[in-house]
């Protein structure tokens, strides 16, 4: 199974530029754990809930502080045609809770997290029970 269909494709974004608390507050109402941080169009980086946490804990979350400062460089992309067991490979080995979903030319497609992943695993599994079922059901 591909990622693409389990992709979230409403996806929170922001500038570098913004401001960290702006940030926060949007994903807070949105209820997302993360927001795609964007340059020219172009997915750049993803800040998470856990950047704004380390930010309130080191105390660097002053009126001053822009989503940039907090944006870790560590992000990985990936096109819809991932295969789901590949994408739990690279997000285990990698530490990584989401996936910047893009499409062939770097536009934005969505996010992959963790979530979805367990969804895709969950479907994969449903569908080997039933195709074991099927092919030992008595014909």
Known sequence: MEIGP???????????????????????????????????????????????????????????????????????????SMEVVEAAQMMRERGFRHLIVVDE???LVGVFSMRDLVVGLLEERRQLAKSVSQDSAPG
């Open 6 to 80: 389990l992709t979230t494709r409403a996806v929170l974004t922001v500038e570098g530029g913004d401001s960290l608390r702006e940030a926060a507050v949007s994903m807070m109402e949105r209820g997302v754990g993360s927001a795609v941080v964007l340059t020219d169009d172009k997915p750049t980086g993803i800040i998470t809930d856990r950047d704004a946490l380390r930010a309130i804990a080191q105390d660097k979350t002053g009126d001053g502080s822009n989503v940039k400062e907090f944006v870790s460089g560590r992000m990985m992309k990936a096109l819809p």
């Open 105 to 107: 030319n770097d536009n």
